[in-house]
Structure formats: structure tokens, C-alpha cells
């Protein structure tokens, strides 16, 4: 199926080729020049995450942060190159052993990358089946990438593109919320569509409208913008769905403006290190550089004649390593036996035991946690910037299994209260188990280099969480108080559910208050630089609110849960929704750098924020 879309790829780009004008000089960028950023980008993330080279960059950073900030990178590298991706995809999928992903979307995204990484998980499938069409249209659009790609589904490719055509909104563009068409929706929808093109009028008809719109939208500069905000992720949408249909961006006068195209406006935002942000003249932003990157990448793949970024060529099966014990050795082992029944820590980094994802267990289970009640006596578990009360059962790491290791642990824990830091006594521990490993393997005469190395690789992933990873009691994190150093103004911030005020019969009533009103409005000072959701985390720590968020990295955090309130709980469109002076803005709570006077709302939202009034737009 997938060849099969390729092919049809390739007649969409022929068509639209011959009806479409093109400019008569050549590209502003040459191929060289776009092949140029992309590098630089992976260059940037290689360099900053310490990693020796690009695959030490996958199996190290990018497996640590499997299910996290890590599967669109995967995506744009397995799509551009030849690497090794078992380690990122062993974690990922030991992630999703245990995480709890409520949203449709990102199982999809998950299921994307377990693909673009050579899984044969179930779990793809799985997502196939039951995701389709639950979170409204970019659900939708991410399922039919599944579709595209052989993926079998509880609905066929032409049901989804179906319901993906009866939502286009009379501009001819598509939205998550509202009349007016999107333009990364828009734009992110036309790349689900591209493989559909060449052979269904309607899907044509529908594209054609959509790409109306876009040029409609485009600015001066060549980019585009979101909410009244310019941004290079909106750009970069563009050229990913351009170059799914063979349009050359650069070429084509419906997307030249005052001689500048869609990569001219991306570049912007380029910073000087080669990576991207996401506010021109601000830092480093990773959503605003992963995009960046893949839409690059999907550019080359046009100019080469390769499939569009999303139908993903099929990565290599895993190869098994030689063993390397003498014959005899070999002969003497057990009918059946082989080199992988040692430990899961011998056999792989990235194996069951000792893979990066169950080294950080302990962050990633507590960010990505149930919308459960917690037990009575908690702590909390700050992995990066993210934060999440959970019960103490899951503040241990799952790496260490047995009684006694989880006692040593615990007691380790218990040893920060007194002398104020674990850290020490936790890292002590991952090497002794380290150096027993290693004896057992002498022992069982398994003496392969490569054994050792993966086990004092797997302690060192270990030590890395460790470092990462911050447990407190609740008395330690709820300190009443938040000082603020170098306050430089302050903002006012107030959490509210009046949307399901009214919800006292439900199974969550219990934290659903009456009026509504979780925190009334309330005056926090301010540090240069801090987010609104620094500002909620002032607030959580200040008034004992509990708060469920996942990501961290780079400002790249999502909130799920406010006071024991979780998204997805009154319906598949409900969650929180936070706004700034009245206003739902373009850009994560973690990249919102607040100012002096600001008004925050945290609001819970039963329809994608579309049951809330907003003063305006951003």
C-alpha cells in the first residue's frame, strides 16, 4: 500500500506540475543549501545534548526521551537517512507498557514513530482502531497517515477520507475550532489527503480549496501565521504539505510573495547556531527546530523524488549480534537456550531492564501517570521542568524490581530527608548492582565485552535519571510560600472549571467545587524569563493544588490534569485551556513568557476551547 501511494505521489506531482504556473528564475535555496539546515539542525541537537555523533544522539538523548520530546526527530532522521533505531524503539515501546496516553493524537504520534522506527508492535494497530476520529480532525489526519502506511484500522482509508472532506469549512481550509479555516490544520490535513489526490475528484476539489486558502494566508516575508502570530512552525506545515503533493515551493507563484516563498519566512526564526525559535529575535525553541527539520527533510524527499515525509520507508529489521563464546560453551548450554536468555541488561542498552525508558521510570511513569486519586502518603516527582504529585509506590524506579532493591531505595530516599540529597546513595546503588551483574556474567561465563559494556552503559543511564530526577515530600514541594528572586513584576492567575460546575453527580464530584473556582484570582511575582507555567507551578506549590504535566524539555510541557481534573474525563474534546488577557494563545504554556500585568486563566474546556469566550485573538 505503501509503494502504492508513493506512486500516486509521484502522478499527483506530475499533474499539478502542468497545471500549476511556475516562476521563471531559479530557487532562492538550492537543494544543497536546504540539505545545508537540515544538517545544521541535527549538527545543533547533537552538539547540545553531548552526544558523540548522530547515533549516539538516538541511542542515547533520543531514547532517554522516548514518549516525551523525541518522536518527530525520529521520524524526520528515519526518513533521511540510514540509522540503528532498536534502542529509541525498544524504550519507546517499554514506555508504553506502563504510560497511560489518554489522547488519541499522541497514541497516533507514538504509533508514527514506533513505524518510522521498524516496530512490528501491536500497539500500532491497536491505535489504528481505536483513535480514529476520537479527538476531532487531527485525529482524523493522523489516523489516515496510519492508513496510508498499510496500517489496518476499525475504519477503512476512504471512511476517514470521507469524514476528513466533511469537515472542511466554507474557506475551503480546516480548523480544530471555529469557522475559519486554520492554517496548520489546514496544512496538516493536505499532507493526510496528498496520497489520495491523484485518483479521487473530490479529494482534489477539497486540496485545491485548501491550497487557495494558504496562498490567501501567506505574508510578505514568504511565512505564515497562527492566531495573528507569525511563527515558523506554521511555515514549516506548508512546505511539509506542498511537498507531499511534488509542489516546489520555491517555484510555484501561488506561494511567492513579494519574492519570497515559505522557506524564506521559516528562516526568520533561524538562529545563529542552526537551530530555530519560535518568536523572531527570541531563544531556542525545540518545537519550533523539530518542525523546521522535518519539513526540510520532506523537502528533499520532493526534490529527490522519494515518497512524502509521512509514508515512511521501511527501516531494516534488527540485526542479532554474532555470538561470540567459543562453540563449546555454546554446546554445553541447555536445548533452546540462547545468547538472549541472559539478563535483559546484558542482551541490550536498551533492553527490558535496562533500557534508558525503565532507568526513568520514575520521572516518565509519575509525568505521564492515571488520572487516579493518589494514596495518603505522596511525594513529588519533578522530572526537567514537570511536576506531578503521585503516590510514593511510584517514586521508585522500575528498574529496581526486586523487595530488597525497592527497600534500598526507599531507604535511600528516606536518607535525603536527613541528610538532604539521595542522589548520592541512589547512584551508589545503581553501580553495586552494576559490579553484581557483572560477576554473574563472569560467573555464567558470558565475558563478551559487549555484555559489560551494556551493563555499565545501562548504570550510567541510571545515574543520568537519577541526576534528572528531583523526589520531594510534600512538605519539601508545598512550601506555602514561593520566593521569588529578582522579581521584576507580577501577574495575576486564577484556575477555574465552570463548565462542569454543574457536575455534582459525577464520579469526579468529589473534586469539582460548587462555583467552580479551584484558585480565585491571585497576584504572583514574577522572575525574568519565567512561562505561565512556572507561574502554575508557583501556584501549585503555594496553595497545594495538584498538577498532572508532561514533557518539560525546552518549554515543551502539556498539562492533563489540575487538581485531580484530567483531560478526556467529560468527553473526548475536554481539558484544560489556559488564556493570557483574555486571549488562548498560540504557543505551549511552557513558552509563554509572561509580562508584567498579565492575566492568566486556567479554564477547563469540554470542546477544545470553542465553550470559552475569548477577547480576541493572538
Not at 491497536?126 to 496510508?148: E, P, V
Request: charged share 15%; net charge negative.
Amino acid at each position: 500500500m505503501r509503494i502504492k501511494a508513493f506512486t500516486l505521489c509521484l502522478t499527483a506531482a506530475a499533474a499539478l506540475c502542468l497545471s500549476t504556473p511556475l516562476t521563471a528564475g531559479a530557487a532562492s535555496h538550492t537543494v544543497g543549501e536546504i540539505q545545508s539546515l537540515a544538517d545544521g539542525i541535527v549538527a545543533y541537537k547533537v552538539s547540545s545534548s553531548g552526544a558523540a555523533g548522530v547515533q549516539d544522539w538516538i541511542d542515547g538523548p533520543l531514547a532517554q526521551g522516548a514518549g516525551v520530546a523525541s518522536e518527530w526527530y525520529i521520524v524526520g532522521l528515519s526518513q533521511s537517512g540510514s540509522y540503528d533505531f532498536s534502542a529509541y524503539r525498544n524504550a519507546l515501546e517499554t514506555y508504553l507498557e506502563t504510560a497511560t496516553v489518554y489522547s488519541a493524537t499522541a497514541r497516533q504520534k507514538y504509533a508514527l514513530a514506533l513505524k518510522a522506527a521498524g516496530s512490528s508492535s501491536d500497539y500500532i494497530s491497536r491505535t489504528a482502531s481505536d483513535s480514529i476520529g476520537q479527538l476531532g480532525i487531527m485525529s482524523w489526519d493522523y489516523g489516515l497517515h496510519l492508513l496510508n502506511n498499510g496500517v489496518s484500522g476499525s475504519h477503512s482509508p476512504k471512511e476517514v477520507v470521507n469524514g476528513i472532506l466533511s469537515m472542511q469549512l466554507p474557506d475551503g481550509g480546516w480548523a480544530v475550532i471555529g469557522e475559519n479555516g486554520d492554517v496548520d490544520v489546514t496544512a496538516m490535513t493536505i499532507t493526510a489527503l496528498a496520497p489520495h489526490y491523484p485518483y479521487n475528484g473530490a479529494v482534489q476539489q477539497a486540496v485545491n480549496a485548501g491550497l487557495e486558502l494558504l496562498s490567501q494566508r501567506q505574508l510578505e516575508s514568504g511565512g505564515f501565521a497562527t492566531m495573528g502570530a507569525e511563527n515558523p512552525e506554521s511555515s514549516a506545515q506548508v512546505i511539509t504539505a506542498l511537498s507531499a503533493l511534488g509542489i516546489d515551493c520555491q517555484q510555484d507563484d501561488r506561494f511567492i510573495k513579494e519574492g519570497n516563498n515559505p522557506i524564506d519566512g521559516m528562516l526568520k526564526f533561524r538562529l545563529g547556531d542552526g537551530s530555530f525559535t519560535h518568536n523572531e529575535g527570541g531563544s531556542f525553541n525545540d518545537s519550533a527546530t523539530v518542525q523546521a527539520y522535518y519539513s526540510l527533510v520532506a523537502y528533499m524527499r520532493m526534490t529527490q523524488g522519494r515518497s512524502p515525509l509521512l509514508i515512511l520507508d521501511k527501516q531494516p529489521d534488527p540485526v542479532t549480534e554474532p555470538a561470540t563464546e567459543p562453540p563449546a560453551t555454546q554446546a554445553a548450554k541447555p536445548s533452546g537456550t540462547a545468547e538472549s536468555t541472559a539478563p535483559a541488561a546484558v542482551t541490550s542498552p536498551a533492553g527490558t531492564a535496562a533500557s534508558s525508558a525503565a532507568a526513568s521510570s520514575s520521572a516518565v511513569t509519575a509525568v505521564s501517570g492515571t488520572a487516579e486519586t493518589p494514596t495518603e502518603t505522596e511525594v513529588s516527582v519533578s522530572f526537567m521542568t514537570s511536576s506531578y504529585t503521585a503516590a510514593e509506590s511510584t517514586a521508585v524506579p522500575e528498574t529496581f524490581t526486586t523487595a530488597a532493591q525497592t527497600a534500598a531505595v526507599a531507604q535511600a530516599i528516606e536518607g535525603q530527608k536527613k541528610s538532604g540529597s539521595y542522589k548520592p546513595f541512589a547512584i551508589i546503588i545503581a553501580a553495586a548492582f552494576a559490579v553484581i551483574l557483572s560477576l554473574i556474567l563472569l560467573a555464567c561465563g558470558k565475558r563478551s565485552w559487549k555484555n559489560f559494556l551494556a551493563v555499565w552503559l545501562a548504570a550510567a543511564i541510571a545515574a543520568a535519571v537519577i541526576l534528572l530526577t528531583d523526589i520531594r515530600s510534600p512538605e519539601d514541594y508545598y512550601t506555602g510560600t514561593v520566593t521569588k528572586e529578582n522579581a521584576v513584576g507580577k501577574v495575576s492567575m486564577t484556575i477555574r472549571c465552570d463548565t462542569i460546575a454543574d457536575q455534582q453527580d459525577s464520579e469526579y464530584a468529589e473534586h469539582i467545587p460548587e462555583d467552580g473556582v479551584i484558585l480565585e484570582t491571585t497576584d504572583f511575582e514574577f522572575a525574568e524569563g519565567d512561562s505561565v507555567y512556572t507561574i502554575l507551578t508557583d501556584a501549585a506549590r503555594t496553595f497545594g493544588i495538584q498538577t498532572d504535566s508532561r514533557g518539560g524539555f525546552t518549554g515543551m510541557v502539556y498539562v492533563a490534569g489540575i487538581d485531580y481534573l484530567y483531560e478526556f474525563q467529560f468527553g473526548d474534546l475536554s481539558g484544560w485551556i489556559y488564556h493570557v488577557n483574555g486571549v488562548a494563545p498560540s504557543v505551549g504554556c511552557g513558552e509563554y513568557i509572561v509580562q508584567d500585568g498579565d492575566r492568566i486563566e486556567w479554564l477547563y474546556t469540554l470542546e477544545v476551547g470553542n465553550d470559552l469566550v475569548q477577547e480576541g485573538t493572538k
